[in-house]
């Protein structure tokens, strides 16, 4: 009785195997058959009705029908998983071909960090360091230490930004120079960089703007050094042969003091729109240091003399680039911007 039972079970389990179309069904098979409540099970508590003597029989059996059961599961578990999985992989497949999502806008230097990074190049390769100063200067390194007295009327060639009695917002980095002066020792070869406040606007000006300045100190410095020095730069930077003139100038710093000139980069000096048609733009200021800017500072003059000069940097990239206002430079127009990517 018994034993049909069971034979009967097997042929179900079998066949419930055999049909199951996926993983999941099989597991409910496994469940139906093999689980607490399952068939098998309910006909092990019914061994308990069998005479002592038919047990081992019976027992031998089950175990067949359970162990022929769990191979024609497995079998049919491993045959459904990797159908499965090959299903699966089908499916998902990668296009390896396909683009990628488009690259997020890589970000450039900004045309006045190029300008800068370019000109303290230049001047490294001559053996000059990049010192930097305070923006909030006081009055006393700002002009006084320059050889600019209060109630002097060389303070009105700089429109100040006061901030308060003793302090203003830096109107050049010439003061660096008195810093380093201070601080330092000679020889020297250093490079004042940064920006810089005016209280002055228009095409060409704006209230706050960037400069780079030069210093020398050494045992004998002579014009010839300084104009050797700019004339070697102006070649670099504009990457071609271009002329250096000096014009006689006033700096208070300076003595004797020479606006820079240079042929116009634009038109190689034969006259152009940048240079009102006069072939020639200024660059920026310069002079052997006055020696009183020097004893100033507790150097030994004349047993150490030195020359500086002083560059703006926006102007140094409109004549180099062609920029038309200094305005552009502050816009963030990423059309003016991408120009000066690379
Ligand atoms: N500091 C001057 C200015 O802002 C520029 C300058 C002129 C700097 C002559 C110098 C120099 O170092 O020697 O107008």
Redesign the pocket.
């Known amino acids: 009785m018994l034993k049909e039972k069971l034979e009967e079970v097997r042929e179900r389990a079998l066949a419930a195997i055999r049909d199951a179309s996926n993983s999941q069904i099989l597991y409910e098979v496994k469940v139906q058959f093999f689980g607490k409540q399952g068939q098998f099970s309910a006909l092990m508590k019914e061994m308990g009705k069998l005479l002592p003597e038919e047990r081992p029989v019976f027992g031998k059996l089950v175990n067949e029908v359970k162990g022929a059961l769990e191979k024609s599961y497995q079998e049919r578990e491993t045959a459904l998983k990797s159908a499965e999985l090959d299903a699966k992989l089908a499916e998902e497949s990668l296009d390896l071909t396909l683009p990628g999502p488009e690259a997020p806008a890589l970000g450039a230097q900004h045309p006045i960090s190029m300008v800068i990074d370019e000109i303290v190049a230049i001047l490294a390769r001559l053996g000059y360091a990049v010192r930097t100063g305070p923006l909030i200067e006081q009055d006393r390194y700002n002009f006084e230490a320059l050889n600019i007295p209060k109630d002097h009327p060389a303070r009105d060639?700089?429109d100040t930004f006061y901030v308060d009695e003793r302090h203003v917002l830096r109107?050049?980095?010439?003061p660096i120079?008195a810093h380093v002066l201070e601080t330092e020792k000679p020889p020297l070869r250093i490079i004042g960089v940064g920006p810089?406040f005016r209280c002055d606007s228009d095409v060409s000006h704006s209230p706050n703007f960037h400069?780079i300045?030069g210093?020398y100190v050494d045992a004998k410095v002579s014009m010839a050094d300084l104009k050797g020095t700019i004339s070697h730069f102006v070649k670099e930077f504009f990457g071609k042969e271009l002329k250096t003139r000096f014009r006689p100038s006033f700096?208070p710093?300076?003595e004797p003091?020479a606006e820079v000139d240079c042929q116009c980069p634009l038109c190689s000096g034969r006259g152009c729109a940048m240079c009102k048609q006069s072939g020639w733009v200024e660059i920026?200021?310069?002079?052997l240091i006055n020696p009183n800017v020097l004893r100033h500072a507790g150097v030994d003059y004349p047993r150490w003399q030195g020359f500086?000069?002083?560059f703006g940097v926006e102007r140094m990239g409109i004549i180099k680039y062609g920029i038309e206002h200094i305005g552009l430079y502050n816009q963030n127009d990423v059309r003016f911007l991408r120009q000066f990517s690379t």
């Open positions: 060639m700089q109107t050049h980095t010439s120079q810089v400069q300045e210093m700096f710093f300076t003091s920026g200021g310069s002079g500086a000069f002083g």
